[in-house]
């Protein structure tokens, strides 16, 4: 079984924690999700005998993100291991496509990925999406151009949006 590797990142939006693996990082932990779920996240995929610390794995990841939320970095080059569903994977590799200061409906990543009328899933979609900032779900929004559902609450991704520069 692969190990993860993990490292804990105190920044000015709050704690996030990161996980890679051999090939990339796997795991973003926003502030608002809990200890717990971070670590019941990696078990379950890992094992419990296979989550190490080991910060200067993600020093990397921890040094772009750090970047990116002085407003310096526009684009993450780090390596991901990203695991999903095949539906899932589409709707990710779709967002990451969403230009840094913008944004995209939840329809429009449906139609572009051709599953025009799967706007809801492509929602719970970035749900799952365990890369959250470098698969920039928080770019994706409401087809009437409101802030919806975001893993590190409504209030995260209005910062996000914000540092960007994609909204006022």
């Keep these: ?7 804990i990142f105190d920044s000015s939006l709050g704690l996030f924690r990161i996980a890679s693996t051999e090939k990339g990082a ?10 717990g779920d971070f670590f019941g996240w990696l078990r379950a995929r890992f094992g419990p005998q296979n989550v190490i610390e080991d910060r200067g794995r993600n020093e990397g990841v921890l040094t772009e993100l750090e970047s990116y939320l002085a407003g310096e970095l526009r684009e993450f080059d780090s390596p991901l291991d990203l695991r999903g569903t ?23 990543i449906a139609e572009s990925i051709g599953h025009p009328r799967a706007y809801r899933a492509v929602g719970a979609a970035n749900g799952a999406n365990p890369i959250p900032v470098i698969i920039p779900c928080h770019r994706v929004i ?22 960007e520069g994609a909204i006022g």
């Design 86 to 108: 095949e539906f899932q994977m589409k709707v990710w590799r779709e967002v990451r496509t969403i230009p840094y200061g913008t944004t995209r409906s939840y329809r429009d």
């Design 1 to 7: 079984m692969n190990k993860a590797y993990y490292g």
């Design 26 to 35: 796997c795991k973003i932990a926003l502030p608002e999700e809990s200890e």
């Design 142 to 163: 409401g087809q009437d151009g409101s802030l919806r559902g975001y893993g590190g609450g409504l209030a995260m991704k209005e910062r996000l949006l914000r540092l």
